[in-house]
């Protein structure tokens, strides 16, 4: 059976837009392996390693595909991309990290303060774009909270970490490598970044679909990928602070410069989808790990309640739009 035109081009793109991927989670692991062997040098903690430097290197996906879509005028895939990512941060990865770990401690006191600045974040992201925009002065806000977020992060750890850090500057036969690294992955990050929302452009033109659609389900799972891997080994290795950390610090770091940092290109648009349905799944997945934030633990069976939540959240996604 031969394809048509638009089968071709609707295959094209897609092949595009996998590769794209691929080159994005390969990139980012490259530079989460160099940040963990610079954290490791400077004596930081699995929990503060991965709010930070894994975390922010796991965003960088989704921080150089949402630059892109509001320089090429597709601003309503940031607002998808934010919401679908952290929904599959919490529902599909910390579930699914639950099941693997058979279940993740919440106990520790850090732990718990980073989950209330998730929330805080999450609430601050539900009522910035709920009037269907979100626009530069709403940005300044999410950065400022963002500053606080870094900024007691930095202090809950900084006995000894600057010294250490100096020290690790000055060794140039270890430092300049893992630059090296670093940049190069950067920079295949966002040449990958700029065909992955290319590739969303035309199959949205092709198969009709939303690009917030796309944006919600193919783009923010296949940029939560490099969290997927980080929190499967470290759940596999029993490490769930890392696993926790990094998510946690992934999803802050999504609302609040993911968000951000776009809307200083123009003013973002939030399609009717994510309003309806991306919202409402995205405040659901806040409230259950609140729930566990209460419990101080999640347990695998409700990990994989998570995960089942997430499948529904997908299928509505396709159906309803």
């Known amino acids: 059976m031969q394809l048509g035109p638009l089968s071709m081009q609707t295959l094209l793109w897609s092949l595009v837009l996998v590769a794209a991927l691929a080159v994005l989670v390969r990139s980012s692991k490259i530079f989460v392996s160099a940040s963990e062997d610079t954290a490791k040098a400077l004596g930081w903690s699995s929990l503060f390693v991965g709010v930070t430097v894994v975390a922010v290197g796991t965003s960088l996906p989704e921080l150089a595909t949402s630059l892109w879509a509001a320089w090429t005028r597709n601003s309503s895939l940031v607002a998808a991309n934010v919401t679908g990512s952290n929904i599959a941060n919490v529902l599909l990865i910390l579930g699914s990290a639950a099941v693997l770990a058979k279940g993740l401690d919440l106990s520790k ?24 925009r979100f626009e530069w002065f709403e940005g300044v806000l999410l950065l400022a909270y963002y500053g606080v977020y870094a900024l007691f992060s930095v202090e809950e750890h900084k006995e000894g970490r600057f010294e250490a850090l100096k020290n690790w500057f000055f060794k140039p036969e270890f430092n300049s490598k893992l630059i090296a690294l670093l940049v190069a992955s950067a920079l295949a990050t966002g040449a990958a970044s700029y065909f992955a929302v290319h590739a969303i452009e035309e199959l949205t033109s092709l198969t009709k679909l939303l690009p917030s659609v796309l944006g919600a389900s193919v783009l923010a799972l296949g940029t939560s990928l490099p969290e997927l891997s980080v929190a499967w080994i470290a759940a596999r290795k029993g490490n769930s602070d890392l696993a926790v950390g990094t998510l946690l610090g992934s999803t802050v770091f999504n609302v609040c410069l993911v968000m951000a940092l776009p809307s200083f290109l123009r003013t973002l648009n939030v399609n009717t989808d994510t309003l309806t349905l991306g919202i409402p799944f995205l405040l659901i997945s806040t409230l259950l790990l609140l729930f566990a934030l209460v419990q101080k633990k999640l347990t695998a069976h409700e990990g994989f309640a998570y995960v089942l939540l997430y499948i529904l959240f997908i299928f509505q996604l396709y159906t309803s739009f």
């Open 109 to 132: 006191e850090a732990m718990q303060r980073q989950v209330s600045f998730l929330l805080i974040a999450t609430f601050l992201l539900i009522g910035t774009i709920y009037d269907g």
